[in-house]
């Protein structure tokens, strides 16, 4: 009992200093290359930093701002311990954004600004989420969404290959599936000239019932 609950103690010590090295990597992405050559971003960090462009605006309380709504929205269905790692990810970012005023900023092409602090944000954010929090915004969306939804089911069905119109159906027991196909390969032709058909497809919808 003592030892998994070191464990535990161990490994939460361990995805909270993941959390803070991810939130160090975003914010120098931020304060030396997104901010000082004005490069656009998405979601919440992006509001941010347009508050930031227009009006000076601190980015860190614009951000923490804009996210505590979401986090309140989503506490409930995502649970108390995604609230306190994406929480502690926010304030923590959020007043290093603010303080960290003496990071050089970067002044080469605005190209490489981008791809430097493209990865530094990619890598945090990925650390972050390895955690099983997230940086907020729309990721708290993104999250839940999942969760009520869930991953898509996989599964084998046989039924009669069709195409009309330069798309492809499937029926199976009366229900007509459209297919968005990938790929589709010919695998084998029999004597009685049916076809072992390989499709490579992102996802089928019912066209009739």
């Known amino acids: 009992m003592q030892t998994k609950t070191k464990n535990k103690a161990l490994e939460l010590i361990r995805d909270y200093l993941m959390i803070v090295v ?3 990597l975003y914010v120098i992405s ?3 290359f997104a901010a000082p050559m004005q490069i656009p971003s998405g979601g919440v960090s992006g509001i941010a930093l347009l508050t930031n462009y227009l009006w000076n605006a601190p980015i860190g309380v614009v951000t923490m701002a804009l996210n505590v ?26 007043v290093l954004t603010d303080m960290a005023g003496f990071l050089p900023a970067f002044e080469g092409d605005i190209l490489l600004a981008a791809i430097f602090g493209g990865i530094l944000k990619g890598i945090g954010y990925g650390m972050i989420i390895r955690t099983g929090g997230t940086s907020g915004g729309v990721d708290v969306i993104g999250k839940f969404m999942y969760k009520q939804i869930g991953p898509v089911e996989r599964r084998t069905v046989i039924g009669t290959l069709t195409s009309h119109d330069d798309q492809y159906f499937v029926e199976v027991n009366g229900k007509e599936y459209k297919i968005v196909v990938d790929s589709i390969a010919v695998e084998e032709q029999s004597q009685n000239n049916i076809y072992e058909v390989t499709i490579k497809y992102k996802y089928s919808m019912p066209t009739s019932f």
């Open 22 to 24: 991810g939130s160090i």
């Open 30 to 32: 931020v304060k030396c």
């Open 69 to 94: 709504p979401l986090l309140l929205a989503g506490f409930k269905g995502l649970g108390r311990d995604f609230f306190c790692k994406t929480m502690f990810m926010i304030i923590f970012s959020s």
